[in-house]
């Protein structure tokens, strides 16, 4: 039987000599050690995880004083010294000390993977690496708290302590940090074999880093990914980057592995935050609580801090409730019954819907799969959804995405019946369509500047150009004109300008504006003509936008909108190059999609006040 418990997250202290410190960061840490003594009740017996850069520049000079009062208000709130932990960072290791040290990551990083296995092979250049490079971190591990390194991780940097109520294991990340420029440079790989063998699967699974994935060699994120999965990792928790963060890595549908940074202790131009996790055992779920440090009221609990953190989210520990239910009823009717009870929600926040209606658009959305981190094929419960979806993270954002069976808006498989039915399967926060639309005009106007093949058009508002009366042989419009969802619409223009997608040798550029939107594959000069001249205002032109807005008007949806690229002029010659020219326009799309959901911030108030937020039925 799991036990529940709780962990203090702390990251990138960089203690400094009490003299050179500023006075915001000494009162910062001084308020952190009273919060301790005042939240006893609260965080008595949790451990503390410290994941990194406790030293400056590999000077521990200040670091004593510091633990040594950090240590008695731990002991005040019960916590006890054993209970804590730290993993190396890159200021915690003296790193142009060794100049023989230095030149092997030189030649590791010219050279790549094979050149680091080489170097673990040889004994005087594996010892530069794990011996005499980590030799401060290993002295201050003993001096602080009293822990020496066992055989594994004398063996290959990290260390494993299976824990009362968890497994916890230290990854050393800074075996190839060098003076900066680690960025995509790490190497941690080795023989996971024997680590492994320690793990008791039944538990939940922690480890500490230094590093987040994207500090990584692809060949190593490749090989931390497969480490994590024989490992049973469920979360891995970080520093470096002094910002709350969270990502997950995916190695499978069924086994999300969520990627959690605290922010840092030292940081002013950022904030002074940390983090209280907490395992619920009963339901194999974490939270998260973000602390920030503000100098008029000290350490607050602040749940605005970040999408991910809002009050009552709930990350599931997937493996586990997979590993529990798996127990004498067969994989297969496990699978089925945790699909069925954790398919509206993961991390316990609405998802992004995201919308494609042909090939060519689904293919370049899921081009990507380092960026669109998904599982593919996934049901809802509801009996009459036929739909396929494809779940995961897109950028910084759990999104559900599908592909219409039909284009269009009305027809029985279209926009608004296909996207009222994801709706009512997945209640998502919003809903964006993403793919290729025809333009207004590829010709030299004056007063206007020229679209081409490639250029994004984002919606202000869609209007239904299908709906009008014809009186007197003329056609008086009055198709609905709704405007695209006011925060995706803010973000969008908040990040545009900073996008950059090269075709041709020329940049795609954007436009916003009214789209029109109908049933009918326009391909004919003049209809378009006629088009233009009762819309003067319009853009461009696609065909499920406005499906899409009646479903979400039918759930009190509000955040909608239409990002497409044009991939063609209306004007008879839709067929020429059809295949290339959609393609260039569904990718320059997705590339823009990509630029604005890689800002965790950006969408922030889309999800303020909705988390428990339920769909509007249509009845």
């Known amino acids: 039987m799991n036990k529940d418990f709780k962990w203090l997250h702390l990251s990138d202290l ?44 590999g000077d521990y000079s200040g670091t004593k004083e510091f633990f040594e009062k950090l240590f008695d208000a731990l002991d005040y709130a019960d916590i006890q010294k054993s209970k804590v932990y730290w993993a190396v960072g890159d200021h915690d290791i003296r790193s142009n000390s060794l100049k023989w040290r230095r030149m092997v990551i030189d030649e590791i990083r010219n050279n790549g993977n094979d050149r680091f296995k080489k170097a673990m092979d040889n004994e005087e250049e594996r010892s530069l690496l794990l011996d005499k490079g980590m030799c401060d971190y290993h002295k201050t591990n003993k001096a602080l708290f009293d822990r020496e390194n066992n055989e594994e991780a004398l063996e290959c940097g990290h260390a494993v302590y299976p824990l009362d109520e968890l497994n916890l294991v230290v990854l050393n990340t800074c075996l190839t940090s060098c003076g900066g420029y680690d960025t995509a440079n790490l190497h941690v790989a080795s023989n996971w074999d024997n680590l492994a063998s320690l793990i008791n699967r039944d538990k939940p699974v922690i480890v500490l880093g230094h590093h987040g994935s994207e500090f990584f060699t692809q060949y190593e994120k490749n090989e931390l990914e497969l480490f994590f999965s024989m490992m049973n990792v469920d979360i891995y928790l970080y520093g470096h980057n002094h910002k709350l963060s969270y990502d997950v890595i995916t190695r499978n549908q069924f086994h999300y592995i969520h990627q959690i940074a605290c922010g840092s202790l030292t940081c002013e131009s950022v904030g002074f935050s940390f983090t209280i996790g907490e395992y619920v055992s009963n339901c194999h779920s974490i939270t998260v609580t973000p602390y920030k440090y503000n100098k008029n009221f000290g350490w607050k609990a602040d749940h605005d801090l ?55 658009e689904t293919n370049a959305l899921l081009q990507d799969n380092e960026y669109f981190k998904h599982s593919q094929g996934n049901r809802s419960s509801l009996p009459e959804d036929t739909l396929f979806y494809n779940i995961g993270y897109f950028g910084k954002y759990y999104v559900v995405h599908f592909e219409l069976p039909e284009q269009g808006a009305e027809r029985a498989d279209a926009s608004l019946p296909s996207i009222e039915t994801a709706i009512r399967a997945y209640n998502p926060v919003a809903v964006i369509l993403v793919g290729i639309a025809f333009g207004k005009d590829d010709e030299d106007k004056e007063g206007e500047e020229r679209q081409r093949i490639g250029d994004v058009l984002i919606s202000t508002r ?13 056609v008086e419009p009055d198709g609905s004109t709704p405007d695209a969802g006011r925060h995706l619409l803010s973000a969008f223009k908040y990040k545009v300008d900073s996008w950059q997608n090269i075709i041709d040798g020329r940049p795609a550029k954007y436009e916003f504006g009214q789209l029109l939107s109908g049933d009918k594959v326009v391909d004919d000069k003049e209809f378009k003509h006629r088009l233009l001249t009762l819309y003067p205002r319009a853009i461009g032109g696609e065909m499920e936008g406005r499906g899409a807005y009646s479903a979400c008007r039918r759930h ?8 497409k690229a044009i991939c063609d002029f209306a004007d008879g010659y839709k067929g020429k190059d059809k295949q290339g020219r959609q393609l260039t326009a569904a990718r320059s799309a997705v590339s823009l999609l990509k630029h604005v959901l890689s800002d965790e911030k950006v969408l922030d108030k889309i999800f303020v006040n909705k988390d428990t937020t339920e769909i509007t039925s249509n009845k």
């Open 14 to 57: 960089h203690i400094k000599p009490e003299s050179e410190e500023t006075t915001d960061k000494k009162r910062a840490r001084w308020e952190l050690l009273r919060f301790i003594e005042t939240e006893k009740n609260n965080i008595a017996g949790s451990y503390v995880f410290i994941t990194g850069d406790i030293a400056h520049e």
């Open 306 to 360: 970040h999408q991910w953190f809002r009050k009552g989210n709930t990350f599931p520990l997937d493996r586990l409730i997979l590993h529990e239910k798996t127990k004498g009823v067969g994989f297969r009717h496990a699978l089925d019954q945790t699909f069925k009870e954790s398919e509206r929600t993961m991390a316990g926040i609405r998802p992004i819907l995201l919308v494609t209606a042909n090939k060519n």
């Open 462 to 474: 869609v209007t239904d150009y299908e709906s009008g009366k014809v009186k007197a042989g003329k």
């Open 556 to 563: 009190n949806l509000n955040e909608w909108i239409v990002v």
